[in-house]
């Protein structure tokens, strides 16, 4: 593990990767808006569903339209925007099977940083596009009084949302350094976390909102941020200062993730081939 | 008529080799069985108990939620690409020049597939959703019979759409924009998304024309009892014909396109 680089050293280089890397990719122009595209409305057809729930029920364990569209608004765009940065990781696990992995250990810049970039997609802008046209239409239809505090709520939201996503994506590349069949269970944790982030928290059973708070903490990017935001009662009935300590399980989640991946680095052994 | 048994006997044992595939699979599909039940559950919540919406009761939605879960991979809900790939690898030149039909040759491996599929995979998901939740059973021996013909049936349809969408190969070099779309065809339009009864009219109306219906929607309509189990069948079957006449026909064109690469 060769660490020489400094951290805007590294930063930079990352950028410079992921910009040729891009550029290789609008190679394909037709491909890359169909791509897109298709995201989009993969996206669009959840938003719908939503909508046809709403045409058939008038509220969800006692939230509205807007109340939900909001939720799915914000998890849809840290998702996406988890998901962009991180989709590089999709590629670990290729990497291990072929022996390739054995050529990232050997460069001076992070391992991590090297898998980050192994791959750059802008596909899930479409999933962003639809995260932000929700987002905007919950607040059109839900009366938010908006504070700055408020504000700089829905941005930290946001952006601890993306962080444990990545982080996220980060468990499926460590689990492969050990396995590669059993890799399709994380899905449960990283798409599902991300459906059960869309939805009010309190309709779910009590184990699984146990595991989505205390396990891994999406609960505390989107649930408890709305409250605050859409000044709810929390009919869980946790304490007030319960919505605004998100960061802290997410940084303690990241750091745990960070400890995962050298132990992943620590246990790889390239094939015999 | 004996080799496509033997491929799909082939296909079929294939997937007993991927033991911790198949359960990783089954707790993937019980986490969503478990989460969607709630959100249906929450939104019936509101409702007089037993109140039946767009014609489906609370249990009978948690019910489809779970046929939804367990059909997921046999029918491939997702879509699959593997004759796409061996259309770019140039394999496909082998397979065509076999003395069968090309079609019935991935006919008769996706039929072995789905079959381990249902056993290894959809069954357990089904159990793992009747010992959480309080699903709703045919109500006659004919109609469990039914159910699980209307389920073979949805997989074959599936199949001629998934074929066709692989051929599409023969014309592009990148696919991922055609998963794309074929995701969203199979995963909203089937039903298999929300129930096609519970879009507004106009919308339900053209899903319940469409093919698609009978990939995930029909099945559960047999086993719940909406459909009478004559309509089923006779409907799904009317798509297995019209499916595969197209998929044969599209696959004409296909074999006049074939261009293969290296030497």
């Given at each position: 593990?060769?660490?020489?680089?400094?951290?805007?050293?590294?930063?930079?280089?990352?950028?410079?990767?992921?910009?040729?890397?891009?550029?290789?990719?609008?190679?394909?122009?037709a491909s890359f808006w169909m791509q897109i595209v298709s995201n989009f409305i993969i996206h669009f057809a959840e938003v719908m569903a939503l909508f046809a729930m709403?045409y058939?029920?008038?509220?969800?364990?006692?939230?509205?339209?807007?109340?939900?569209a909001?939720?799915h608004g914000?998890s849809m765009?840290?998702f996406s925007?988890?998901d962009t940065?991180?989709v590089?990781?999709?590629?670990?696990?290729?990497?291990?099977?072929?022996?390739?992995?054995?050529?990232?250990?050997?460069?001076?810049?992070?391992?991590?940083?090297?898998?980050?970039?192994?791959?750059?997609s802008l596909r899930h802008l479409g999933q962003l596009i639809q995260g932000a046209l929700i987002?905007?239409f919950?607040?059109?239809?839900?009366?938010?009084?908006?504070?700055?505090?408020?504000?700089?709520?829905?941005?930290?939201?946001?952006?601890?949302?993306?962080?444990?996503?990545?982080?996220?994506?980060?468990?499926?590349?460590?689990?492969?350094?050990?396995?590669?069949?059993?890799?399709?269970?994380?899905n449960?944790?990283t798409y599902g976390?991300s459906d059960?982030?869309q939805?009010?928290?309190?309709?779910?059973?009590?184990?699984?909102?146990?595991?989505?708070?205390?396990?891994?903490?999406?609960?505390?990017?989107?649930?408890?941020?709305?409250?605050?935001?859409?000044?709810?009662?929390?009919?869980?009935?946790?304490?007030?200062?319960?919505?605004?300590?998100?960061?802290?399980?997410?940084?303690?989640?990241?750091?745990?993730?960070?400890?995962?991946?050298?132990?992943?680095?620590?246990?790889?052994?390239?094939?015999?081939? | 008529?004996?080799?496509?048994?033997?491929?799909?006997?082939?296909?079929?044992?294939?997937?007993?080799?991927?033991?911790?595939?198949?359960?990783?699979?089954?707790?993937t599909n019980?986490?969503f069985?478990?989460?969607l039940?709630?959100v249906?559950?929450?939104?019936?919540?509101?409702?007089?108990?037993?109140?039946?919406?767009?014609?489906?009761?609370?249990?009978?939605?948690?019910?489809y939620t779970?046929i939804g879960q367990?059909l997921i991979a046999p029918v491939m809900v997702f879509g699959s690409w593997e004759i796409i790939?061996?259309?770019?690898?140039?394999?496909?030149?082998?397979?065509?020049?076999?003395?069968?039909?090309?079609?019935?040759?991935?006919?008769?491996?996706?039929?072995?597939?789905?079959?381990?599929?249902?056993?290894?995979?959809?069954?357990?998901?089904?159990?793992?959703?009747?010992?959480?939740?309080?699903?709703?059973?045919?109500?006659?021996?004919?109609?469990?019979?039914?159910?699980?013909?209307?389920?073979?049936?949805a997989v074959?349809v599936s199949f001629c759409f998934r074929f066709m969408m692989n051929l599409w190969g023969?014309w592009v070099?990148d696919h991922r924009g055609i998963a794309g779309i074929t995701m969203t065809l199979m995963g909203v339009f089937s039903g298999h998304l929300l129930p096609i009864s519970w879009y507004p009219?106009p919308v339900r109306d053209v899903l319940n024309v469409l093919p698609f219906r009978a990939m995930v929607m029909l099945p559960i309509?047999?086993?719940?009892?909406?459909?009478?189990?004559?309509?089923?069948?006779?409907?799904?079957?009317?798509w297995?014909?019209?499916m595969?006449?197209l998929a044969?026909?599209l696959?004409?064109?296909?074999?006049?396109?074939?261009?293969?690469?290296?030497?």
């Amino acid at each position: 593990m060769a660490d020489s680089a400094s951290l805007p050293q590294e930063f930079r280089i990352a950028l410079r990767i992921a910009g040729i890397r891009l550029r290789g990719q609008m190679a394909y122009r037709a491909s890359f808006w169909m791509q897109i595209v298709s995201n989009f409305i993969i996206h669009f057809a959840e938003v719908m569903a939503l909508f046809a729930m709403f045409y058939r029920f008038d509220n969800m364990g006692g939230w509205t339209l807007g109340d939900v569209a909001f939720l799915h608004g914000i998890s849809m765009l840290a998702f996406s925007l988890g998901d962009t940065i991180a989709v590089g990781l999709d590629s670990v696990p290729g990497q291990i099977r072929l022996g390739e992995f054995d050529s990232v250990l050997i460069r001076p810049l992070s391992s991590w940083v090297q898998a980050i970039v192994s791959e750059v997609s802008l596909r899930h802008l479409g999933q962003l596009i639809q995260g932000a046209l929700i987002l905007a239409f919950s607040f059109t239809i839900v009366d938010i009084e908006w504070t700055v505090a408020k504000a700089a709520m829905l941005i930290v939201a946001i952006i601890t949302g993306v962080a444990l996503y990545i982080g996220l994506f980060t468990v499926v590349a460590i689990l492969s350094f050990w396995t590669v069949n059993s890799i399709e269970a994380v899905n449960a944790f990283t798409y599902g976390g991300s459906d059960l982030a869309q939805f009010p928290l309190h309709i779910f059973q009590r184990w699984m909102r146990s595991l989505f708070m205390f396990v891994i903490p999406v609960a505390f990017t989107a649930y408890f941020p709305a409250l605050f935001i859409l000044d709810k009662d929390d009919p869980l009935g946790f304490p007030h200062w319960v919505r605004f300590i998100g960061p802290i399980p997410v940084a303690i989640f990241c750091l745990v993730v960070a400890w995962g991946w050298r132990q992943g680095i620590r246990h790889y052994r390239s094939t015999g081939s | 008529m004996r080799i496509y048994l033997e491929l799909a006997i082939r296909a079929f044992r294939q997937l007993f080799a991927y033991q911790a595939a198949m359960l990783a699979g089954i707790f993937t599909n019980s986490i969503f069985g478990i989460m969607l039940s709630a959100v249906y559950l929450a939104l019936y919540h509101s409702q007089a108990s037993g109140a039946s919406v767009a014609g489906f009761t609370a249990n009978q939605t948690v019910t489809y939620t779970w046929i939804g879960q367990m059909l997921i991979a046999p029918v491939m809900v997702f879509g699959s690409w593997e004759i796409i790939k061996t259309i770019r690898t140039g394999a496909v030149a082998m397979d065509m020049l076999k003395p069968m039909s090309y079609f019935g040759y991935w006919l008769s491996q996706d039929m072995g597939r789905a079959v381990g599929h249902m056993l290894l995979r959809g069954l357990p998901t089904l159990i793992v959703g009747s010992i959480l939740f309080d699903l709703v059973y045919p109500d006659s021996p004919a109609r469990w019979v039914a159910s699980f013909i209307s389920i073979w049936f949805a997989v074959i349809v599936s199949f001629c759409f998934r074929f066709m969408m692989n051929l599409w190969g023969f014309w592009v070099l990148d696919h991922r924009g055609i998963a794309g779309i074929t995701m969203t065809l199979m995963g909203v339009f089937s039903g298999h998304l929300l129930p096609i009864s519970w879009y507004p009219d106009p919308v339900r109306d053209v899903l319940n024309v469409l093919p698609f219906r009978a990939m995930v929607m029909l099945p559960i309509e047999v086993w719940l009892g909406q459909t009478s189990i004559v309509e089923g069948l006779g409907l799904g079957a009317f798509w297995i014909v019209v499916m595969t006449g197209l998929a044969l026909w599209l696959q004409s064109f296909a074999e006049q396109k074939v261009v293969v690469q290296g030497g």
